[in-house]
Each structure stands twice: as structure tokens, then as C-alpha cells.
């Protein structure tokens, strides 16, 4: 029986519903148990498969008549699609990618529950992939990941994001993505935006503020452009004063608690220590807050430390960490909401810049 015949047989929406409700009763009496499969639901509401199939994946072809009685077949019958069969009438799967090469664990965390939030009442899966952007075939063990898994689509993290060979191959193999990066980096529709430079520039206020004047930096990887980024945002809260970032105030970390550990003897080595320092990241002033106490020093007696990102480790250490606030987890809801084409909550729509969150690790310079 074709849609149009059941239209005219079941008449307006409430007398199909009701004959619907009837249709999956009678169905559940004679099945004896057995499941509904995507044909029973078919015959039982007298359209086609592919009608079926046109209601699951919302398509707008379908009358509002047909989509509601066969719905209410389905949720009479416990009918749940199997998102990878849905996937395979499609040129992709049900499934979202969540590729990084970031050296703070915390992040990708943060990242994957964010997008979890939103995924968890839709149909898709989420597949978090790590990678090695210095790896020689980065961009071809991407490829293959994307097109073996057939992702619907993928969010790029930092500094993965940051990689314009990365982001040219998607676009090749028309692979729908979001880039969340410091900048701009794209066109606007592929980019979420987190502002590095305005969060740094808000930590050097605030040193500023409590009179320091000479204080170091704990950079990222040179390659990483959130470190550059947070470097320019420093130096030009600086320049607002009439200071400036010495070169030999800024010391090379990687994102890791290990390296901030290790830089406080490089900046105490120095003929005049600075009497604050802004780290990168979080874990490495967490490990920065650590060395100082190995050497019998500590925050803010001897040297304010401020960190970035504001994720646990930041509330986890002592001193509680003065940080830089950036909004990780609602950054990682956005991008699922775009990715899937659905509408932003309010609350997420006028997602802001970084914002600074004082603690106790920060304090005026000894005189």
C-alpha cells in the first residue's frame, strides 16, 4: 500500500494514530516476542522501506500524517534503528571524530565530555583518535581514519586544528569539520575561535596590577600556535605599561608538568629573577608550583604564578592556581552542535573570551 493510500485509509492525524496504535497492538499479539525489524514496521504502517527510512533520518519528503503514525508504531513496538545499518544507505556512518595531538590529557577529556553532552541523546558515536602531527604521514593516517571509519564529520583540537595541509585534505575529500583554534585560522563556518591572546593579556594586566614588573614567561611549543598566541597576548599587556617581555625572561616548555618543574631553576639561575611568571598551561604550573616547594620556595612568597586553561589541576594543587579561565567543555558543545547542523542553546550562543580567575598563587612582589 503506498503513503497516499494510507493517508485516504487512516483519514486525519488523531483517526491514524488510533490505527496505528491498533496495527502494532495486533502485530505484538501475533510475534510472540519476537523484535520489530524495519520491514515489520513497513507492512504494519503499509508504506515502503525507504519511506521508513526517509521518517528515521528526518527527512522532509514525508507527510507529517504518515511521519507520526509510523513513530507511533515504532515507540508501540520498542523499534530502536541501528545507526550503523542507518549508515549504511548513506555515504557515511553514524559516527564523530574527535581528533588531537595535545599534550595535555585534561584537555581532551574536557573535550570529549563536552561533545558527549550533545551526542548522547542523537544517533551518533563518538571515536576519539590521537595523532602525530610530526608524524611524515600525519595527514595520510588522517585520511585513512576518516574514510575507513566513513565519519559523518570531525573536530579538530589544538595543534591539530592549526595544520592548513590537515585542513585542505578535509576539504578534498569533503569531510565536514570544525577547527577550534586560538585564531582564525579558515573560513568562519569550519572555526571556533578561543581568543589565546585575550586571556594572556588579562593575566599580564593583573600581574601588572599587583606591581610586578618583571615577569617570565613558560611558553608552549614554539609550533604551537596557542603558546605564540598567549606570548603575544602577554607582551601586549606589557606594551600597554610600557614594558616588555625580555628574551631571556621566556623559558621553553612543552605542555607538560615536567617541564614546568624543571623551569624553575632556570628562571632563578637568572642575575635578577623575575618576580612572576605566566605559564602556558596549567600542568606546567602546577609543575612550576611543585619545584618551587623541592627548592624551598613557594608561591607568592617568592614568585607569583599564574596558569592557563582553568581546568581541575588548577583548584587540585596549593596554592589554588590564578588562572586563565577558557571554556574548554561549552567549545567542545558548540562544535558537535555545528557539526550536526542543530540549533545552539541559548546559553551557549554568546560563548565568551577567556576570562582570568584569581586565586592564591598570585600576590604583590616581595620589596
Not at 599587556?237 to 618543574?261: M, Q, T
Request: glycine share 6%.
Amino acid at each position: 500500500m503506498t503513503e497516499g493510500n494510507i493517508d485516504k485509509r487512516l483519514g486525519d492525524k488523531n483517526n491514524r494514530l488510533s490505527e496505528a496504535v491498533r496495527l502494532a497492538k495486533l502485530w505484538k499479539e501475533q510475534s510472540k516476542g519476537r523484535k520489530a525489524t524495519i520491514n515489520d514496521i513497513a507492512k504494519i504502517a503499509g508504506v515502503s522501506k525507504k519511506t521508513i527510512s526517509r521518517i528515521i533520518n528526518d527527512s522532509p519528503s514525508v507527510s507529517e500524517t504518515t511521519r507520526s503514525a509510523v513513530k507511533e508504531i515504532m515507540n508501540d513496538l520498542g523499534y530502536i534503528p541501528n545507526p550503523q545499518a542507518r549508515g549504511l544507505n548513506f555515504s557515511h556512518a553514524f559516527l564523530i571524530g574527535l581528533i588531537y595531538d595535545n599534550p595535555n590529557p585534561q584537555y581532551v577529556v574536557t573535550s570529549q565530555e563536552g561533545m558527549l553532552d550533545v551526542l548522547k541523546p542523537t544517533e551518533y558515536e563518538l571515536l576519539v583518535h590521537p595523532c602525530d602531527r610530526a608524524a611524515p604521514d600525519f595527514i595520510e593516517k588522517i585520511r585513512d581514519f576518516i574514510q575507513r571509519q566513513r565519519l559523518y564529520g570531525v573536530v579538530l583540537t589544538p595543534s591539530v586544528s592549526e595544520d592548513e595541509a590537515l585542513a585542505a585534505m578535509l576539504q578534498d575529500i569533503e569531510c565536514r569539520h570544525i577547527r577550534i583554534a586560538s585564531v582564525e585560522l579558515g573560513k568562519p563556518e569550519h572555526m571556533l575561535v578561543t581568543h589565546d591572546a585575550v586571556g594572556a593579556q588579562q593575566a599580564a594586566r593583573h600581574l601588572i596590577e599587583l606591581g610586578h614588573k618583571t615577569i617570565g614567561y613558560l611558553s608552549g611549543r614554539p609550533s604551537f600556535r596557542s603558546s605564540q598566541e598567549r606570548q603575544r597576548g602577554l607582551e601586549a599587556g606589557l606594551a600597554a605599561v610600557n614594558l616588555s617581555l625580555d628574551p631571556h625572561y621566556i623559558v621553553e616548555g612543552d605542555y607538560k608538568f615536567e617541564s614546568g618543574l624543571s623551569a624553575v631553576e632556570k628562571f632563578f639561575d637568572l642575575p635578577v629573577p623575575p618576580t612572576a611568571v605566566f605559564c602556558a598551561n596549567d600542568q606546567m604550573a602546577a609543575g612550576f608550583l611543585q619545584g618551587l616547594r623541592l627548592s624551598g620556595r613557594q608561591a607568592p612568597d617568592d614568585i607569583s604564578v599564574v596558569g592557563y586553561d582553568d581546568f581541575r589541576v588548577a583548584q587540585n594543587v596549593w596554592p589554588r592556581l590564578t588562572t586563565i579561565h577558557t571554556p574548554t567543555l561549552e567549545f567542545a558543545r558548540i562544535a558537535a552542535y555545528r557539526l550536526l547542523e542543530k540549533p545552539i542553546p541559548e546559553n551557549l550562543q554568546d560563548y565568551k573570551a577567556p576570562w582570568l580567575v584569581v586565586r592564591d598563587s598570585t600576590g604583590a612582589p616581595r620589596i
